[in-house]
């Protein structure tokens, strides 16, 4: 095949391309940041089959004709471009996660392309509340912040829109080699202080590693599906102290815990929200998402990955984390 992936530079995007590669499918994919997309390059297989790179920043003037032209003979678009954050601003969050799309799919118009698989996220089911084994049927709440919103919108876009087959993934909190969101934020804390427990840290959480997202979305590539909405997980919730004790087994520190009300929490985050949007650029140290996140249980139901699409969580959680903190360690060598 040849496949066009948006958001290529990124954690997820990059190993999407890599595999693609190392599978021999040609791979064009977009990004922002050259000096990533070197390094995307540099891991690939180059030689062995086409890999291109094409800067391209979403909502600019020239960037839907630039998309159109990087899709040209491709037979299909993973579109992994967007603004993930807890925080930001809602122009940001349009133009990265909105405009993209609608570039996308007028790129499969333009193009005749008849697959498309756009990542998407559970962000969507989160309503300050315990949520277990959800299902893509479920009715979603009111969205809870600008990230899930803008997704949402974009969700819907793809699945309405004329290309003949369209499959949305939602993946639930992505770890892995290349990481530089979740566990790095999660390490950072651990290492400066004591890691809080909402609720005594009982809420369960449902990581997945990056290569079995990357086999969903293989997955949907060859899949024979008109349209589908899709959970992807390790299928393996944790309570949220387990996940701190793994990460302090798998990283070599000793873990510090503080049990914090989640109502004092909430609060003191809502008053870093109020300052962060009178000052432009600066980013709240916690959300009241992001205390959320570690006070409610999510859990996902894969009941329609596994029927749709055959997915099955190839990497164990414990295996995935271990992959991660050795490269995360030889990471640090090569810097030191």
């Not at 496949?3 to 595999?19: A, D, E, N, P």
């Not at 912040?145 to 974009?154: H, V």
Request: aromatic share 8%.
């Amino acid at each position: 095949m040849r496949v066009l992936v948006t958001g290529g530079t990124g954690f997820l995007g990059r190993h999407i391309v890599w595999r693609l590669n190392t599978l021999g499918h040609d791979v064009v994919f977009t990004g922002r940041n050259e000096h990533h997309a070197s390094e995307v390059l540099r891991h690939g297989e180059p030689g062995k089959v086409r890999l291109d790179f094409i800067a391209l920043a979403h909502g600019t003037p020239n960037s839907a004709r630039a998309l159109q032209a990087a899709a040209a003979q491709a037979d299909a678009i993973v579109h992994c471009a967007a603004l993930s954050s807890p925080w930001g601003y809602r122009d940001d969050f349009e133009r990265a996660n909105i405009e993209s799309t609608r570039e996308v799919i007028d790129a499969c118009a333009a193009q005749r392309i008849a697959k498309l698989v756009h990542l998407s996220t559970p962000s969507l089911y989160f309503a300050f509340r315990d949520r277990l084994a959800i299902r893509e049927d479920q009715p979603l709440p009111r969205p809870v912040n600008e990230y899930a919103r803008t997704k949402g919108m974009a969700e819907l876009m793809v699945m309405h829109c004329d290309v003949e087959s369209v499959i949305a993934l939602r993946p639930r909190a992505i770890f892995g080699p290349w990481d530089n969101t979740l566990l790095p934020r999660l390490l950072r804390v651990a290492r400066q202080t004591r890691l809080p427990l909402l609720h005594g840290g009982t809420a369960l959480v449902d990581l997945t590693y990056v290569d079995n997202v990357v086999d969903a979305v293989l997955l949907a590539l060859s899949a024979d599906i008109e349209r589908a909405t899709l959970n992807i997980s390790n299928g393996e919730p944790m309570p949220v102290i387990d996940l701190f004790k793994a990460l302090a087994a798998a990283f070599g520190f000793e873990p510090r815990f503080r049990k914090v009300p989640y109502n004092l929490l909430a609060a003191i985050a809502a008053v870093f929200e109020g300052i962060a949007t009178l000052r432009r650029h600066w980013e709240p140290p916690i959300t009241r998402y992001s205390a959320g996140l570690l006070a409610f249980s999510q859990t996902l139901d894969l009941t329609q990955a596994r029927e749709r699409l055959g997915y099955f969580p190839r990497v164990p959680f414990a295996e995935g984390l271990q992959r991660t903190a050795a490269w995360f360690a030889q990471r640090s060598e090569h810097r030191e």
